[in-house]
């Protein structure tokens, strides 16, 4: 068995700002981050395409205790976003203070990605972490 995108090629493309995932050649279905196998059929027929980064906001959280090495971020936005392919996506929200960000002001609001936060490894990972980054559309 050979992985089409290992998470390692993934976070990599995520670094120069392209969302990559997985397409699924036999059921249509989209997957991202990358898997083995298709996440609704399990078929391992994948094909590697780039998504477009923009997608609907279906929940949020605001994070008021950062992990280790990131303290001088708090608070920041932490969102799922159902992405037009149809995956969902966690990721942060940017140009919204975090204090301010309600049920109202963001469920079910269109976001874009933008550039990926790169954050450094803890002692805990196996290493720096990227997470892709969205903001509201205009």
Known sequence: MEYK?????????????KLLGLKC?????VTVPPK?????CASMDLEVLELKGA?????????????????????????LVELDEGPWL???????????????TLIGKRVK????????GDKYSAGEGA??????EA
């Open 55 to 79: 997608g609907k906001i279906q929940t949020f959280t605001t994070c008021n205790v950062a992990s280790e090495g990131r303290e001088s971020e708090v608070p920041y936005t932490i969102l």
């Open 90 to 104: 966690m990721g942060n929200l940017t140009g919204v203070d975090p204090e301010k960000a309600t049920m109202e």
């Open 113 to 120: 990605m933008t550039e990926t936060r790169i954050f450094p």
């Open 36 to 40: 083995l196998v298709c996440r609704s």
């Open 131 to 136: 997470s892709p980054t969205f903001v509201l």
């Open 25 to 29: 050649q036999n059921c249509g279905s």
């Open 5 to 17: 995108l290992t998470y390692k090629e993934y976070r990599e493309a995520l670094k120069q700002n």
